[in-house]
């Protein structure tokens, strides 16, 4: 008799569970009825990398993707963006939105500047900046570099760039 009531505890706290995290509201991968293709202001977890499907935790190396039909992608680190829309037949005529290391707002992502030393969410590297500054990179070539997997997570590549930019 104390098995059976025992068993029927856990079922209920397990059923209970369950129904919690259902009710709980999940980040969201995509946003519909950007027509405008204008940069949403994200809340932390709001919204979850369309790439790796992590929470955007914080705006520092995220991005965001817009394209025509309105329909707007988000990710946590820029690395995760290049790599996703180097992928999309709309990759030119996309709009790309990041968030700028030194001027702390959301930029056109083709405007950019990129560095590819940042210690960002996934490990890859890249940091936006708005003011161009010397070994920086634009966006097509950051987009080449992650389809070649150039890129932090590439411990190669990253000794190579380490030694080229004078770091140790």
């Known amino acids: 008799?104390?098995?059976?009531?025992?068993?029927?505890?856990?079922?209920?706290?397990?059923?209970?569970?369950?129904?919690?995290?259902?009710?709980?509201?999940?980040?969201?991968?995509?946003?519909?009825g950007n027509t405008k293709q204008a940069v949403i202001e994200i809340e932390p977890g709001e919204y979850q990398c369309a790439q790796c499907k992590m929470p955007v935790e914080k705006r520092e190396y995220a991005a965001q993707v817009a394209i025509k039909n309105g329909k707007t992608w988000f990710f946590d680190d820029i690395g995760c963006m290049a790599l996703w829309l180097g992928n999309q037949p709309f990759r030119q005529s996309?709009?790309?939105?990041?968030?700028?290391?030194?001027?702390?707002?959301?930029?056109?992502?083709?405007?950019?500047w990129y560095t590819q030393l940042e210690n960002t969410p996934m490990g890859y590297g890249f940091g936006a900046y708005e003011k161009h500054a010397e070994n920086t990179l634009k966006?097509?070539?950051?987009?080449?570099?992650?389809?070649?997997?150039?890129?932090?997570?590439?411990?190669?590549?990253?000794?190579?760039?380490?030694?080229?930019?004078?770091?140790?």
């Open 139 to 168: 966006l097509d070539a950051v987009i080449d570099h992650m389809l070649k997997g150039e890129n932090l997570t590439n411990h190669t590549y990253a000794k190579t760039l380490l030694q080229k930019t004078g770091h140790r």
């Open 1 to 32: 008799m104390k098995k059976a009531a025992i068993v029927l505890i856990m079922i209920a706290l397990i059923v209970s569970l369950f129904l919690a995290l259902a009710q709980k509201p999940h980040a969201k991968i995509i946003k519909t």
């Open 94 to 112: 996309a709009v790309v939105w990041v968030y700028t290391r030194d001027t702390h707002r959301w930029i056109n992502g083709r405007d950019a």
